[in-house]
């Protein structure tokens, strides 16, 4: 074999640098791969729409099958995204005998057993390195570098956008309305924010990360998720004067033979290496058995980093094919428990507007005593007649938290019981 024909599904953002990257570091790639790579055939919904890639007018195609099935087509790089035609398009390569390389989270986060296992059975190679991340090495590390520790736990910073808003929250004491619109304004942020403020985006990906970290089946509607919108301007100028900084966090974690994997608003504390992760970039922290406490930190986003990604992917499927050795094995997922929410254990944080007399603190120490909840800390702020109290509590299982909240609700001292927060990172 003296090259190695790709044939590219998509070329928008990821796909047009990832033809500029191939063409650009073409001597580099053919050294390090063995062989030379070259794009020979590129399907696009609108052939007519000009792009800056160095590539002839007639590779082109608005037929994505004839890509997959052409042959002098040897491996196949999906970069279209979303479930419907690339399920299809990469079962149809795989099937063929081609190595697939994707970058597609939403797919593999809602189809990824059933791909795994067409791979598996054609044992081609299917590889999604920017699947997660876009342009940090987390799947290899987890798949290949510990792939002989027990990982504990995974937790990341996955999503650009929501970690710019809240960075901007953080600086300059702006709303999330007012950070969100200037996320728009620079294009951290979609027109439709949802995918991102409302932790899809970050559950798509927490979700991979816990079929790989732990061999275990494990679907986007498997994720417990909540988003950034509920975040106010004043739970992060309280999260700083406690001494933590407010992240929407993606954990993947294993316990006692069952998975828990959750996206949600978390406060961290400030010594914590995720805390200093800031703007658009992501970074996972984990911690495994032997390997103990290890961070990456990246570019989780944007064309170039993601097609770099893309294209170690790759590089390493032209090594395989090249050497006519059968794709790298995902080995099996299995079905595990997925641990409710309601069976976490989260450190707390509460604030509450109370009335400001003789006798209120232990009302509401007894309600938290009642239901096994147990407060580290306690801050008070006189506003008016009333008096402002911020709880810490130690670790707690979340529906005892939720039943202390309601009874809470019920105590005539309590005006309003404002934000919930998780403590993560601080005694866990
Ligand atoms: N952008 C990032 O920073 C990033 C980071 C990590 C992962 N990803 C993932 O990478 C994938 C691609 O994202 P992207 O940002 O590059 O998307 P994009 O800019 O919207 O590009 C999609 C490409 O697919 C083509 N396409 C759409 N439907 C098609 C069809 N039915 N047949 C053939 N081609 C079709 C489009 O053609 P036209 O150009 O003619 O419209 C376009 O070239 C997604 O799975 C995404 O989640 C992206």
């Known amino acids: 074999m003296e090259r190695v024909r790709v044939g590219l599904l998509g070329c928008g953002n990821v796909g047009g640098p990832l033809a500029r990257l191939i063409d650009g570091n073409a001597d580099l790639i053919e050294q390090r791969a ?34 997959v099935a052409d042959p002098d087509v040897d491996l196949v790089v999906e970069v279209i995204g979303g479930i419907e035609p690339a399920r299809t398009l990469i079962t149809l390569a795989l099937k063929a005998g081609k190595p697939v390389v994707t970058a597609n989270k939403e797919l593999l986060a809602n189809a990824g057993v059933e791909l795994f296992e067409t791979a598996e059975a ?7 390195e920017a699947s ?78 816990a079929s790989i970290a732990f061999d275990a089946q494990v679907v986007a509607s498997d994720v ?28 993947a974690e294993q316990r006692d033979g069952a998975v828990g994997v959750r996206v949600h608003p978390a406060m961290l ?22 390997v103990g406490e290890l961070m990456l930190y990246g570019r989780g986003a944007g064309g170039d980093p993601t097609a770099s990604a893309v294209l170690g992917d790759v590089i390493d499927a032209v090594k395989n094919l090249a050497a006519g050795v059968p794709g790298a094995r995902l080995g099996r997922l299995t079905r595990r428990p997925i641990r409710p929410i309601d069976e976490v254990e989260s450190q707390f944080y509460l604030l509450m507007e109370v009335a400001d007399r003789p006798g209120v603190l232990a009302t509401i120490a ?56 998780r403590v993560v990172g601080d005694e866990d």
Do not use: W
């Not at 696009?44 to 037929?63: G, H, I, K, S």
């Not at 504390?269 to 200093?276: E, I």
């Not at 509590?393 to 809470?408: G, N, Q």
């Open 366 to 421: 007894d309600a938290f005593g009642r239901h096994g909840v147990s407060i580290k800390s306690m801050q008070q702020r006189g506003i008016g007649d009333d008096a402002r109290l911020i709880f810490v509590t130690h670790r707690a299982r979340e529906s005892d938290l939720r039943t202390t909240v309601h009874s809470l609700r019920d105590v005539e001292v309590v005006h309003r019981v404002g934000s919930v927060l």
């Open 34 to 67: 063995g062989v030379a790579v070259e794009i020979t055939r590129v399907a696009v919904r609108n052939v007519a729409r000009a792009r800056d890639v160095p590539l002839p007018a007639d590779v082109f195609t608005d037929d994505a099958e004839s890509v």
């Open 132 to 209: 997660v991340a876009g342009g940090i090495p987390l799947i290899r590390s987890l798949r290949e570098s510990l792939a002989g520790d027990r990982i504990r736990r995974v937790m990341g910073i996955v999503n650009g956008t929501t970690n710019f808003v809240l960075t901007r929250m953080s600086d300059s004491g702006e709303s999330f309305a007012d950070a969100l619109s200037e996320a728009q304004a620079l294009g951290y942020a979609e027109a439709d924010p949802t995918a991102d403020v409302d932790g899809f985006d970050a559950a798509a990906k927490a979700a991979i990360i």
């Open 269 to 290: 504390p400030t010594r914590h290496p995720l805390a200093a992760v800031r703007e658009s970039f992501n970074a996972l922290f984990i911690e495994g058995d032997a």
């Open 122 to 128: 054609a044992q081609v190679d299917l590889l999604f």
């Open 224 to 251: 417990y998720r909540e988003g950034i919108r509920e975040i106010t301007d004043r739970d992060i100028a309280s999260a700083r004067d406690l001494g933590y900084v407010v992240k929407l966090l993606a954990v």
